[in-house]
């Protein structure tokens, strides 16, 4: 059974900073790349970041590089990430993501990752 279990959502006020943690569960995290997605409301789920099974490289959505970081303990079987400068806009379902491979695709792709976690929400207001 695989499975992503996701946890560090909540509600932060305007400038604030989380961190998301996203655990495997009966699988190794060493040959697969991870996502991270987050869906507002009434839109569409987009991806934010990757990083390649080594973790040796990551890349990011335009929209959020310098304000996101992603990282991966492949000894803890978790991947993370960190947000800062949090707006209101960044309200939203967030979700990372798996897929079997060395690399991280040239573009957003969300059909290729197939085994995703259950998400969790992040409200940023005052």
């Known amino acids: 059974q695989l499975q992503l279990v996701e946890s560090g959502g909540g509600l932060v006020q305007p400038g604030g900073s989380l961190r998301l943690s996203c655990a495997a569960a009966?699988?190794?995290?060493?040959?697969?790349?991870i996502g991270w997605f987050r869906q507002p409301p009434g839109k569409e789920r987009a991806g934010l970041s990757c990083?390649?099974?080594?973790?040796?490289?990551?890349t990011y959505a335009d929209s959020v590089k310098g304000r996101f970081t992603m990282f991966r303990d492949n000894a803890l079987n978790t991947a993370y990430l960190k947000m800062n400068s949090l707006r209101p806009k960044y309200t939203a379902v967030y979700y990372c993501?798996?897929?079997?491979?060395?690399?991280?695709?040239?573009?957003?792709?969300?059909?290729?990752?197939?085994?995703w976690s259950q998400g969790t929400k992040l409200t940023v207001a005052s």
């Open positions: 009966g699988f190794t995290l060493e040959n697969y790349i």
């Open positions: 993501a798996v897929a079997w491979g060395a690399y991280c695709p040239q573009t957003a792709c969300y059909d290729c990752f197939g085994c």
């Open positions: 990083i390649t099974s080594w973790g040796d490289r990551t």
